[in-house]
Nanobody, 115 residues
Framework: QVQLVESGGGLAQAGGSLRLSCAAS????????MGWYRQAPGKQRELVAT???????NYADSVRGRFTISRNSARNTMYLQMNTLEPEDTAVYYC?????????WGQGTQVTVSS
């Protein structure tokens, strides 16, 4: 059974940094497309960043240059390093993996950025 568990969210000031982690079980992370999404209050869930099995990364325009997605295959863990945070980054962040023709999601971790 595939399980994803996020951690690392919290409260940060504008201009600060946070690092999110997503630990996976039941799946080999590095063999499948993975990503981070976020959902702000009253808004739809949106893509933040993805990383393909070959390592290629893609970012939403709003975070490009500030956020970095990465993974540690030995730990089966994916990360999102978030720098120069803005209040608009406030949201619940979810990790995602696409495996066997379906999407799996973590429970989400809250990120709150104060101005």
């Amino acid at each position: 059974q595939v399980q994803l568990v996020e951690s690392g969210g919290g409260l940060a000031q504008a201009g600060g940094s946070l690092r999110l982690s997503c630990a996976a079980s039941g799946i080999t992370f590095s063999r499948n497309p993975m990503g981070w999404y976020r959902q702000a209050p009253g808004k739809q869930r949106e893509l933040v960043a993805t990383i393909q099995s070959g390592g290629a990364a893609n970012y939403a325009d709003s975070v490009r240059g500030r956020f970095t997605i990465s993974r540690n295959s030995a730990r089966n863990t994916m990360y999102l390093q978030m720098n120069t945070l803005e209040p608009e980054d406030t949201a619940v962040y979810y990790c995602n993996v696409h495996y066997a023709n379906r999407d799996y999601w973590g429970q989400g971790t809250q990120v709150t950025v104060s101005s």
